[in-house]
C-alpha cells in the first residue's frame, strides 16, 4: 500500500470540496459534439465528468452538434451538398438527415453513455420540447457592383426564442437535458442551428453559472500555431481585436460570439477547453488552476 498516493487522492477531493459547494444546485451548460465525442476521438471520460457533476448536486445540461455523423449519412444516402454562391443550402432532404442524424443517431448516442454509468439522462430535441423557435436565416451577399442582397439557404434558423422551463423541469428531477439543436420555425418546419450559438442562447435563458465549449484545441492561442502562448483568462472586450486580426478563425468565431453574449446576458463564466483532455470537464471546474480559456466580463 504507498500511502503517499492515498494522501494524494484526499489532497485533491479537500481542493475539490470548496467547488462541488459553491456550484450545488448551479445550472452549467456544456457544448457535447463534433470531434470531441469520443467516437470521434475525444476523451471516453466527458460523459464520466458530467455524471460526477450531477451526482455532487450540480446540474448539468448538454448541448450537442453531429457535423461529422450528418456529413457521413448524408454520404451513405446519397445526398450531395448544394451551394449558392458558395453557401451551403440545407434543402428539405438534407434537413431530414439533420434531424434523424442529430436526435435520433448522436443524441440517443450520448444518453445511452450516460444511462450506461449509472446516470440519468433525457435525450431532447429543442423543437419538439418547445424549447426553442427561430426565424429562418438569410444570407447575404455582395454583388460585383457592391450591392447586397439576401440568399435563402434553406432550413437554417436564427434563435428567436428559449423557454428554459422544460429544460429545468428535466434538471430538477436529478436528469441531464441532452438538447438537439434543431429549432421550431414560424412555420412549423424543423431548423438547423449552429450548435454553439443554441449552447449560448440555451445557458443565457437558464442563467446558468457556466458555459463550457469541449473543443479539440487547447483553448484560444495568441498565436494559433503555439500551444505555449494559450490565454488562459481572455476579457470580452479584447475578442473583436482577435477576431480582425485573425488569430480567432472559422468555427472558434461562433463559440467565443456565443461566450460573450452570453457573459454580458448573465451567465458567470464562460470557457473554452480541450475535450480530448481526460476529465477536462472535472479539471477545469473542480481545481484552482483549471484548463484551457476563459472568458470574463
Known sequence: MNVENIIQKAAVLVEAFPYIRSFR???????????????EGGSQTVLADLVFMETVGMKPVVVH???????????????????????RVTDAAT???????????????????????GGNAKGMSAKD??????????????????SRRSVDIGFVGDVDWIDPDPILRVCNGATIPVIAPIGLGEDGESYNVNADTAAGEIANALQAEKLVFLTDVTGIMRDPRDEKSLLSSLHVNDVDALISKGTLQGGMIPKVRACVRSVKGGVRKTHIIDGRIPHALLL??????????????
Open 25 to 39: 444546485d448551479k445550472v452549467v451548460v456544456v457544448k457535447y459534439g463534433g470531434s470531441t465525442l469520443a467516437e
Open 65 to 87: 452538434g453531429g457535423g461529422k455523423e450528418i456529413s457521413r449519412r448524408m454520404k451513405e444516402a446519397g445526398v450531395e451538398a448544394q451551394f449558392v454562391e458558395g453557401l
Open 95 to 117: 434537413m431530414k438527415i439533420v434531424e434523424d442524424t442529430l436526435f435520433g443517431v448522436v443524441n440517443r448516442g450520448i444518453v445511452d453513455g450516460i444511462l450506461q454509468l
Open 129 to 146: 420540447a418547445g424549447v426553442m423557435g427561430v426565424k429562418k436565416h438569410l444570407r447575404s451577399v455582395v454583388e460585383k457592383d457592391g
Open 284 to 297: 477545469e471546474i473542480f481545481t484552482q488552476e483549471g484548463i484551457g480559456t476563459e472568458i470574463v466580463q
